[in-house]
């Protein structure tokens, strides 16, 4: 009887420095844990400090002038018709070549009331086309071609990237359906840009849209109207 209880008492201890062991060591790993965090806590607002001064040099020694950012309406055929917005910008490297990016948003915003009649019921079919472009875009100055004593500046572009397209089915007796896809696509065209001031433009394109869903190809008119704005005037 003696010796269990000596045994009981011994577990009983042993338990007790063990779970001393672990809370002091739990405390430790908790303070570790603050300290570091504390650390943390004042390294990032320096280290997001030196970042911005880093690309406030950077920004600085960069010449916005030959910078434009560019945006307007777009439309796309093919899918019922496709309207959107277009969005981009460009790098100017003289007065007549620059290389473009464009981005381009565009749904069939005609289906809510233009329906098909099938033999499921009413059948609705929406479609959404987003296009991601990059290429060249060559100007051609004229000083003859003017209107209103503003010149008028047309450019050939060639683009290329990638175009994504959803569709979307509704029919009354089946519920709906959506099948997206991706593909490769490029465009060639021109335009005309119209200055109004020395920073602000208006600009009109008009380009084939050539895109492969489905291991074709197929052939869409893209219109593109909308404003530029070139940050130093630059390169004009």
Not at 15 to 33: F, L, P
Not at 130 to 136: E, S, T, V
């Amino acid at each position: 009887m003696a010796r269990s209880s000596t045994r009981l008492l011994e577990t009983v201890g042993a338990s007790g420095v063990c779970e001393g062991t672990i809370n002091g060591k739990a405390a430790h790993e908790n303070k570790v844990a603050r300290l570091a965090a504390r650390a943390i806590g004042l390294r990032l607002p320096c280290l997001l400090v030196v970042l911005l001064s880093f690309a406030g040099q950077a920004l600085g020694q960069y010449d916005l002038g030959h910078l434009e950012l560019h945006g307007g309406y777009a439309h796309i055929t093919g899918d019922g018709g496709l309207d959107g917005f277009n969005a981009g910008g460009a790098l100017r490297f003289n007065q007549r070549v620059s290389l473009a990016v464009d981005y381009d948003s565009t749904w069939d915003r005609t289906l809510p009331t233009a329906f098909i009649t099938s033999g499921a019921g009413v059948l609705v079919v929406r479609s959404y086309l987003a296009n991601y472009l990059i290429g060249p875009r060559i100007f051609f100055p004229a000083k003859k071609l003017t209107f209103k004593n503003q010149q008028l500046l047309p450019f050939g572009e060639f683009q290329f990237g990638g175009s994504h397209l959803s569709t979307t089915v509704e029919e009354a007796a089946l519920g709906s359906r959506k099948s997206s896809s991706n593909a490769y696509t490029w465009l060639i065209g021109g335009g005309v840009d119209y200055d109004f001031t020395r920073h602000w433009a208006g600009r009109v394109n008009a380009d084939l849209l050539r895109t492969h869903f489905a291991s074709t190809g197929q052939s869409r008119f893209r219109f593109v109207m909308g404003v530029v704005y070139t940050f130093a005037g630059g390169g004009k």
